[in-house]
């Protein structure tokens, strides 16, 4: 996972655990709004005015969380008014670097570091924390906007409406108490369960994780039964925040993370609803189960010690739905 203490990098696996072996993910520090006029969001400072050419994207193909950010730049159309760098898939005793590869990894587009920690530093050089993805710098205050996906896809969502991005709204004020409700149970027992089922390091633990991961995921597949999406006919925020898991689930977290009860494959709804997601214009290209896999495979060594990546049987995301 990796943290920044007192100005010295720690290579840790994990955010914090509970003395009962419970994995506990600590919360973001940099918390600012992008906004239309640039006045200040629900949390941080203002100064923050919505630019075409501004702001730059700091993500990851292997990251859920990042891909949460990746998706909406391509729902909103803004590839062209913020530009992306993508850090390597291996997350090891440096943690996320900015090492080239010739699989897309081309590098820090605007400082051309080394290692992803230097932009925490930039931004604050006290900082002490996670240092994770993704990012929305500012390239006029060289400045963390913030490091928090469930907020950096608010502000992808409208700031930029006013300034040519696609009018789609995925957070409409009529499903706005439905996302929410939805977001809160989904993160705890899915989003972050797997997590707190790969991380646990006691049985007890585990077990705590497991049953409600596969409780909601019994709950979403029957919900999906008699609707396309979570809130109706089509996509929105809820939906989007679940995608990036699901993506992940068969090929990862099933072995990896020990979710092994049933696949999402297994599931006739969320499997159908997984690949409608998938195939929706513009995210296949948001997507590269190659780096996800090789990130959590080999980048865990705590949990796979032999760094060995499985080969498992083709998960076709491309296959016709009925």
Known sequence: MGMLINGHWEDVWYDTK??????????????????????????????FKAESGRYHLYASYACPWAHRALIYRSLKGLENMIDVSFVHWLMDKDGWTFKKDNEGIVGDALYNFDFFHQLYTKSDPGYSGRVTVPILWDKERETIVSNESSEIIRMLNSAFDGI?????????????????NLNESIYHSINNGVYKCGFATTQEAYNDAIVPLFDKLDELDARLSHMPFLCGE??????????????????????????????????????????????????????????????????????????IVPIDGEIDFDEIIR
């Open 18 to 47: 509970s003395s009962s072996g419970h994995f506990v993910r600590s919360d973001a520090q940099f918390r600012n709004y992008i906004t239309a006029d640039g006045s200040a969001g629900p949390s941080g400072r203002g100064g």
């Open 164 to 180: 040519g991005a696609k009018a789609e709204n995925y957070y409409p004020i009529e499903h706005k108490n439905q996302i929410d």
């Open 234 to 307: 089509k996509p929105l925020e809820a939906d989007w925040r679940l995608f990036p898991t699901l993506f992940r689930f068969d090929a990862i977290y099933f072995s990896h993370f020990k979710c092994a009860k049933k696949r999402i494959s297994d599931y006739p709804h969320l499997w159908r609803y997984a690949r409608e997601l998938y195939q929706w214009p513009g995210i296949a290209q948001t997507t590269n189960m190659e780096h996800a896999k090789r990130h959590y495979y080999e980048s865990h060594v705590t949990i796979n010690p032999s760094r």
